[in-house]
């Protein structure tokens, strides 16, 4: 829980002990995959997590990253005996030092410039529902089930980004009903509620997470990046000082090799291929 950021950048070759990694055509796929438990997490993999999304921060050749579950789930949360258990005899610091850990992963998928697209199968409970919510976009598979269960185990909604988050996706008075009462929403009522970006047949999630992340690999890397960064940094801003702010971020990808190549690809009556500079 110490370890701070001892995975560096590229992450070709690296091998992760509590989870899979592979990357492939610029595409970062981490598995969470404890499948007999439901992939749940623990100390280590949270931080393992955290590092890894920190050093995508610095990773070129990547640009998209899809987080997925194996055995038909997605992950059930903090594992009842790994986690909870040993929360219960820590001292305060203790369990701030873990709080604040366990924040500081979501802190890393926000601020890595690659978006992440979430693929879920199954069960996705507890801080795994909060993996999800912290990507970039969510491709639910029918039979999905989601829950903020922190209630259930007796603490507050507020985990990990919650309540600042949730309500941006579903709404202030849905993201009340989830986080007061810890109910599971199920696939069909998440896209609806605007949770999903987009459902899937039974098993097929991780395809089509795949596919939707292709289509970003093959769009302008620098840009999504960009939108990414202001997507985020906009949440405070007021209006007019976000419009100020997109103004300079736009000007800057104007001078990018992109914006040019996608002028004369116009031109040409072609389809751009772009390059990520």
Known sequence: MKRQNAIA????????????????????TITLNRPEKKNP?????????????????????VTAVVITGTGGNFSSGGDV???????????????????????????????????????????????????????????????????????????????MGAC??????????????????GRFMGAEEGERWGFFNRLAEAGGALAAAMELAKALTEGPTYANAVTKKMLHMEWAMGVDEAIDAEAIAQALCMKTGDFRRAFEAFAAKQKPVFEGN
């Not at 280590?44 to 999304?53: H, I, P, V, W």
């Open 41 to 61: 997490l623990t100390f280590e993999s949270y931080a393992e997590l955290r590092d890894t999304f920190h050093a995508l921060r610095f990773d070129d050749a």
């Open 81 to 159: 005996f790994e986690i909870i258990e040993p929360l219960t005899r820590m001292e305060a610091a203790e369990l701030h030092a873990f709080t604040a850990m366990t924040g500081d992963l979501v802190k890393a998928m926000r601020a890595c410039p690659q978006p992440i697209v979430a693929a879920i199968e199954g069960i996705c409970a507890g801080a795994g529902a909060i993996l999800a919510m912290a990507s970039d976009m969510r491709v639910g598979a029918a039979g999905a089930k989601v829950a903020f269960l922190f209630n259930r185990v007796g603490l507050a909604g507020c985990d």
């Open 164 to 181: 600042a988050m949730l309500p941006r996706l579903v709404g202030q008075g849905r993201a009340s009903e989830l986080l007061y009462t």
């Open 9 to 28: 950048a590229p992450l070709a070759g690296f091998v992760p002990e509590h989870f899979r990694l592979s990357i492939e055509a610029g595409i970062t």
